[in-house]
């Protein structure tokens, strides 16, 4: 682990924090409605479908493909200045799940639409001696 210094950590609230406290564990999950059974990410306090506001955390494969991507050449903030240029992707996991991340800098020269991807875990130490982890994910090798 290394300190987090400069780049910006999100804030857990009562409806992510099961998202967090999971990725501390190396685990991916999202919420799964009780009331229609469908699958979201970012976590939220209600379905969009169905409106029920009841969900159960539910684990993920972390294996997905890229849906869509964005190779940024200019640093939007500091903590990222010294990684340009940078791939921001959004990726569709197996379960049918999308989520927002950046890749590491050796894909971003192999970034393609449709490419396999899988999830892993980049722990933070805090000041505090606090750890934080950042579910990110990188491209898979193809077999």
Not at 75 to 99: K, Q, Y
Request: glycine share 6%; hydrophobic share 40%; with cysteine.
């Amino acid at each position: 682990m290394d300190q987090l210094t400069a780049r910006p950590r999100p804030t857990p609230s009562v409806f992510s924090e099961g998202f967090w406290a999971a990725a501390r564990q190396h685990r991916l999950v999202v919420q799964r409605c009780d009331g229609c059974g469908l699958l979201r990410h970012y976590p939220q306090p209600m379905c969009p479908e169905c409106h029920d506001d009841s969900w159960t955390w539910t684990p993920l494969s972390g294996r997905g493909t890229i849906y869509t991507f964005t190779v940024t050449h200019q640093a939007f903030h500091p903590a990222w200045a010294d990684r340009v240029p940078f791939a921001v992707v959004t990726i569709e996991l197996e379960e049918g799940v999308r989520m927002v991340t950046d890749l590491p800098p050796d894909d971003v020269d192999h970034v393609a639409i449709g490419a396999p991807v899988e999830c892993w875990f980049e722990d933070h130490e805090l000041a505090d001696g606090t750890t934080f982890t950042f579910p990110r994910f990188r491209l898979a090798a193809t077999a």
